[in-house]
């Protein structure tokens, strides 16, 4: 059932407060600079210095490390392309680091290109997925265009971002190397890189709102945490993230485990026929060797199978599409005799819901985002070794049970079955074994936190979980919590005017506070 009773959530509501609005107070010199909490980074301080030094580039003209298109258009919105030099490694000084591209799309409403307009920069959930590409005017971004200068940065290492694909990481020969260059591309450093456009690109390099969707909230509750002078207001949607010291994965997935067996009983109560078809598949890969052989070289094997859980049983279409995906699994025998075999339809399917081969980054720092001062150590096969009674894709379809789909977990073995990621096993291995991952949040900092925050917290949301979600509510000084059952995890891009709208209404004084 969709809807839920709000005198059913109004106890989860309660943790709405008031809140102030930041002041940035100019220098003596004129200038504006960013106040850092006394536990940031050294280099988050260095980044006011860095950027302070840069002139915007507009209108085509360009700087050595920001360089601007003319502007373009696509129906109803005009575009215009920025590039930016940007360290890999911000806690150097900046000639003895490796330089990398970080590309952002600046987007208006047509007519609007010279208005003075508020930024509002969109921060994509992930980690390693790059911005959507406009094609019209539509969805959150029509809204947004109402009032704003609408900023989409592709984060490091993907989209024109320097993207970090199987065949542009190949050209590091060490997994050590690999490993080393992998670990500047969490929230941290694309905080840093946000806060390096905003430097550019803003008019005074006066402050900016945010929109931070599922992995987009993660690096926004870091932007809350370390640069909260750069911000005039956040917005956050399905991204509320755990926030604890150490390794917080554990409990992630312990929740997720819990959540999944419930949207698993929803999917075969929808679509019951699914549950012998997708029993009959797991038998035939167990007496196939073990999996058949997918068309990019890897291999589809039982527990591969149930991965398709991750696109399948969160968003708001996805129990359809997954049934619909499981209506062609199997060729049709058009000779008599012919021995039954999966389809070439479904192994393709198969591999483009997986999409590692596009964004392996997925992959390699899932876990790592979970991390302060504590290695994961491959926290999603630890939990899911103590619930292995009810995952068990062979056991269950022997002794005919449904098999039950994994969600949005990453396991060691998948960089065995999945071809594009078989190079990079030995760099996650040493990626999973880290232990010094530098600090991602500050609890302090945000318990004093000034900035005006709204975020969307779905009820039922396979990938960010209600509870931990709320804990971390509770953190957030100023904080707006709207809960909600009426989307899911999906809900910024299946109706994403009246979710932002509606987020932007509870900062904007339109909704009552209780």
Known sequence: ???????LIKPLIRLHSTFSTPIISPSPLGKQFLYFHSSATPSLQKLTAMADNKTAAVDGNSTSDHVSDSWYSVPDLRLRDHRFTVPLDYSLERCSSTKITVFAREVVAVGKEEQSLPYLLYLQGGPGFECPRPTEAGGWINRACEEYRVVLMDQRGTGLSTPLTPSSMSQVKSAEDLANYLRHFRADNIVHDAEFIRKC??????????????FGGFCAVTYLSFAPKGLKQALITGGLPPIGEGCTADSVYKAGFEQLVCQNEKYYKRFPQDIEIVRDVINYLAESGG????????ILTPRGLQLLGLSGLGSSTGFERLHYLFERVWDPLIVQGAKR????????????????DANPLYALLHESIYCQGASSLWSAQRIRALNDNKFDAIEAAKVGRPVLFTGEMIFPWIFDEVHALRPFKEAAQLLAEKKDWPSL?????????????????????MYVNLKLSMETASQ???????????????????????????????????KPLF
């Open 1 to 7: 059932m969709r809807t839920l009773h709000s005198s």
């Open 201 to 214: 690109l803003v008019p005074d390099a006066g402050p900016w709102t945010i929109l931070g969707q599922s």
């Open 291 to 298: 999996g058949v052989p997918l068309p990019s070289g890897g």
């Open 341 to 356: 075999r999966i389809s070439d339809y479904f192994l393709n399917a198969y591999e483009r819901w997986i999409g590692f």
């Open 441 to 461: 949040y500050d609890i302090a900092a945000l318990k004093d936190n000034k900035v005006p925050v709204a975020a969307a917290v779905y009820y039922e949301d």
């Open 476 to 510: 957030i000084a100023g904080i707006r919590p709207w809960i909600t059952n009426e989307y899911m995890h999906s809900g910024l891009r299946d109706a994403g005017s009246r979710v932002l709208d509606h987020l932007l209404a509870m900062l904007n004084g339109k």
